[in-house]
């Protein structure tokens, strides 16, 4: 079973809404990834952290999602104003090091925007 | 961007046959091709991976082969069970910096 903890498991919003979703990656994996799936089971990148520091992100994640992973703290996945398109499965995902090394998935947020 | 398309969308087989997963990617500087499982509801669970400098891996009942000249990879599972009924999605990368590009998913269905 995933080590990978995601909190809360479902998160209904109304359009405009402030959601957030957060993570508690493995123990000891410095890398963490976030994906959005659709029903269509499209994946969609959205950002990827080592330790505290951003590495990559698209640009939607730029313009109104914002995402952190403090030290000591559960990584988080914030919407700032949701939107009917954002219904999706959220999964964070983590994993040892950059090496071509196994992503562990938590069980995700399903958000509903209603 | 690379583009990874899984050729089946639905396989139904009966227990104790083989299933066949076919998976193309476009990248050529993909190298390392993962497997997941997903199961009504639940997440995505990790089954098998494969690297670009081997081009077969078996794990128990599971074999993945890869044919990087034809940018194809596969997933056997053989002597299928009822829990091997789920949801398959392979991925391709070029190194987790860019994260995992996944196909859209195999519903494999085993009955008795």
């Known amino acids: 079973n995933s080590k990978v903890i995601q909190t809360p498991r479902y998160l209904v919003k109304g359009q405009g809404q402030k959601a957030k979703m957060r993570c508690i990656p493995e123990?000891?994996?410095?890398?963490v990834f976030w994906y959005q799936q659709n029903k269509n089971n499209e994946f969609k990148f959205l950002i990827n952290?080592?330790?505290?520091?951003?590495?990559?992100q698209i640009d939607m994640t730029e313009k109104r999602f914002s995402a952190e992973c403090p030290s000591n703290s559960p990584c988080s996945l914030e919407i700032q104003s949701s939107e009917a398109g954002d219904s999706a499965l959220y999964l964070c995902?983590?994993?040892?090091?950059?090496?071509?090394?196994?992503?562990?998935f938590g069980a995700g947020t399903r958000l509903s925007v209603l | 961007g690379e583009k990874v398309e899984q050729h089946e969308s639905t396989l139904s087989v009966r227990e104790g046959d083989s299933a066949v997963i076919n998976c193309t990617y476009t990248?050529?500087?993909?190298?390392?091709f993962p497997w997941y499982k997903q199961e009504a509801g639940k997440s995505l669970h990790f089954v098998i991976d494969i690297r670009s400098n081997v081009d077969r891996k078996q794990s128990q009942r599971l074999i993945v082969l890869l044919d990087k000249k034809a940018k194809r990879f596969s997933l056997h599972i053989t002597a299928t069970q009822p829990e091997d009924s789920a949801i398959y999605f392979c991925?391709?990368?070029?190194?987790?910096?860019?994260?995992?590009?996944f196909g859209l998913g195999t519903r494999v269905s085993v009955f008795p």
């Open positions: 995902a983590s994993s040892l090091d950059w090496g071509q090394n196994t992503l562990y």
């Open positions: 991925a391709a990368s070029k190194g987790y910096a860019q994260g995992l590009t």
């Open positions: 123990k000891g994996h410095p890398v």
């Open positions: 990248d050529t500087a993909s190298s390392y």
């Open positions: 952290f080592q330790n505290q520091e951003v590495l990559q």
